[in-house]
């Protein structure tokens, strides 16, 4: 019988040979997870159901709760699992698989599924890497696979959630600290360095200043942030471009899902590249999702004795 309180994860993976292999590293990551006794399960996307029965055999369906197929509306009824509350049909968390030249994650079903999960802060787990990395945490071992020291970290945020994202480093400085290197776009690096940047209107300055105050404070007047170019300036490139090079494990993005920017093609070049075969970089996409996963982190490396 199924937990109640369960995690319910929808899934979506494209069909294609990307799709298959990654399929088969999801479902180890997912058995995995359940061998501690962690109780999630899955809620596919019909044909997604489809792919996993011809990668893993026979399916245990118990584990498996399928939503209609693509034409039948099952992607249609999957965001809407994020934003009801029924918890017959509530989904908490989302997987989407895609490989990163396939046009299924250009459909528009799937970009209001990303944009629901910000707006509902349910988790969105946009590669293999990322839920494993997530449901080892909800499993408690994250520490034992991840240890800052060994990572480099990029903050990026939209402007309207720029005071979001310090109030996150100031929260988790501690954390952050241990990295390898952090890295952030524009803005936002200067406010984490604890710098006001004159580009910001004297509005912007009046609600930012004690958090930055503060930060100075808390990084003792260093650049404990290495700036790259502004994201519409090529930002979001120069990280993308990173993850590749492996000089970066993990993108924390505080994406602002309620205006439209002129450099979209950009931030959707970022998320493309962590579905590229091979590269494993870890995406989070709002605060209150990167908010549990710092919290989570912290937490086991202190039991850790880490």
Not at 232 to 239: A, H, L, N
Not at 284 to 305: C, K, N, Q, V, Y
Request: aromatic share 6%; hydrophobic share 40%; glycine share 8%.
């Amino acid at each position: 019988m199924v937990n109640p309180l369960a995690p319910t994860i929808g899934l979506v993976a494209s069909p294609d040979s990307t799709g298959r292999a990654t399929i088969d590293a999801l479902m180890e990551a997912f058995y995995d997870a359940r061998e501690t006794g962690w109780q999630g399960v899955l809620r596919p996307v019909g044909e997604t159901a489809t792919v996993i029965e011809a990668v893993c055999g026979k399916l245990d369906r118990s584990l498996m709760t399928p939503f209609p197929a693509v034409d039948e509306g099952g992607l249609v009824r999957l965001v809407g699992g994020l934003v009801s509350d029924d918890p017959a049909k509530r989904v908490d968390q989302v997987v989407l698989l895609t490989g990163a030249d396939d046009p299924f994650g250009l459909v528009p079903e799937v970009a209001a599924l990303k944009r629901q999960c910000v707006v509902q802060r349910r988790p969105y787990l946009p590669n293999v890497e990322t839920a494993r990395h997530w449901w080892r945490l909800e499993t408690g071992r994250g520490a034992r696979y991840w240890r800052p020291e060994d990572r480099k970290i990029a903050l990026v945020a939209h402007d309207a959630l720029k005071g979001r994202m310090l109030s996150f480093a100031e929260r988790h400085i501690d954390l952050l600290k241990r990295f390898k290197a952090r890295f952030a776009t524009g803005t936002t690096g200067a406010l984490l360095n604890g710098h006001m940047p004159s580009r910001l209107s004297a509005e912007e300055q009046a609600a930012l200043e004690v958090s930055v105050r503060r930060m100075a404070d808390l990084v003792g007047g260093n650049d404990w942030v290495k700036g790259l170019t502004s994201g519409p300036k090529g930002g979001d490139v120069e990280i993308a471009n990173m993850i590749l090079d492996k000089e970066c494990d993990i993108v924390v993005f505080f994406e602002d899902p309620f205006v439209s920017r002129e450099h979209d093609a950009d931030i959707q070049l970022l998320e493309r590249v962590v579905r590229l075969p091979g590269v494993r970089g870890v995406c989070f996409h709002d605060p209150h999702t990167a908010d549990i996963w710092a919290t989570r982190l912290s937490d086991h490396l202190i039991s850790e004795g880490k």
